[in-house]
């Protein structure tokens, strides 16, 4: 398990909890500030236009985090009141995986342009590296088109037939097969550093 990483690699294991915690709480609140530029105040009202991981991923998401890797965030929103519900949803959804595809894209130019040179501090080579692999990951695992991840969304409003989809239990055996998938998260990583060795003319 991650937790095992805490004993092994004790910074490694800092840097990662602490990539994921800022990576997922400025997702939700990216999520957050499209809806209220769609006129949906919900996000301000219930008091998560705020940096507070906690109001973000709750001590629950962080605690398995901690011990298993796995963690998540939610940000409510309420698209009734969204000024089109169809793109309104799309740009809502898309907010979160936008803003970490910029993330990593910023760590890439900060790898490429850096000076810093993989020594054990906390902003090292290896800091910038887990960040951008972090947050391609988390860009391209929440674009899948399963309940309730963000892409379902965006694809639900243009392929309307998904929909049904939303209340079923699709998602949640979907998503335990993936997990369960010997090699899922090696292979999101593996695309990941792909990109950012390419971008960043690494390797």
């Known amino acids: ?46 008091g998560h236009m705020t940096l507070n991981p906690v109001v ?8 398995f985090l901690c011990i298993g890797g796995i963690c998540w965030g939610q940000m409510p929103v309420n698209p009734a009141k969204f000024r089109s519900p169809k793109w309104g949803n799309i740009l809502v959804s898309a ?63 243009i392929f309307p037939a998904l929909k049904p989809l939303k209340d079923s239990p699709f998602g949640f055996f979907a998503l335990m097969i993936i997990f369960m998938t010997p090699g899922f998260s090696e292979g999101l990583y593996a695309m990941s550093n792909v990109v950012i060795a390419t971008a960043s003319g690494a390797g």
């Not at 973000?56 to 605690?63: A, P, Y």
């Not at 595809?101 to 902003?123: R, V």
Request: hydrophobic share 55%; aromatic share 12%.
């Open 1 to 46: 398990m991650f937790i095992q990483t805490l004993a092994t690699n004790t910074l490694l294991f800092f840097r990662i909890v602490l990539i994921l915690i800022l990576s997922i709480s400025l997702h939700e609140l990216a999520h957050g500030w499209a809806a209220l530029s769609q006129g949906d105040d919900t996000p301000k009202k219930t």
């Open 56 to 63: 973000h991923m709750g001590w629950e998401s962080i605690i």
């Open 95 to 157: 907010a979160g995986p936008l803003l970490n595809l910029g993330l990593a894209f910023l760590f890439i130019i900060m790898l490429k342009l850096s000076s810093i040179p993989p020594i054990d501090g906390i902003l090292s080579y290896q800091f910038l590296y887990i960040g951008a692999s972090i947050n391609l990951s988390l860009f391209i695992f929440n674009l899948l088109p399963i309940p309730p991840l963000d892409g379902f969304h965006v694809f639900s409003e």
